[in-house]
Nanobody
Framework: QVQLVESGGGLVQAGGSLRLSCAAS????????MGWFRQAPGKEREFVAG????????YYANSVKGRFTISRDDAKNTVYLQMSSLKPEDTAVYFC?????????????????WGQGTQVTVSS
């Protein structure tokens, strides 16, 4: 069983930055692929960024490529999402997710564990 706890959300002006953190329990964290997803009101949950287990390869949604950076610190069982040049359309609840495989996927149903989410609001 893996428990995920996100933190770092908040209110920021357009063009600003935030760093989200996701702390995970479990002794095999380094072997899990991790993902960040977001869900805006009235919309489906969508993939934002992912990082593979072991090697740490990354993959981004086109909408955030060049602005967001995902990283992980396996010694701390933590994954991060550094968000820069934020836009009002980035406003959403951001969720951290883990899957019991090293490979990144973008589909929500293939992630086994989810955090409770953290709100990010970008004002114009």
């Amino acid at each position: 069983q893996v428990q995920l706890v996100e933190s770092g959300g908040g209110l920021v002006q357009a063009g600003g930055s935030l760093r989200l953190s996701c702390a995970a329990s479990g002794r095999t964290f380094s072997s899990y692929a991790m993902g960040w997803f977001r869900q805006a009101p009235g919309k489906e949950r969508e993939f934002v960024a992912g990082i593979s287990g072991s090697v740490g390869s990354t993959y981004y949604a086109n909408s955030v490529k060049g602005r967001f950076t995902i990283s992980r610190d396996d010694a701390k069982n933590t994954v991060y999402l550094q968000m820069s040049s934020l836009k009002p359309e980035d406003t959403a609840v951001y969720f951290c997710a883990a899957r019991g495989d090293i490979v990144i996927v973008t589909t929500t149903s293939r992630y086994n564990y989810w955090g409770q989410g953290t709100q990010v609001t970008v004002s114009s």
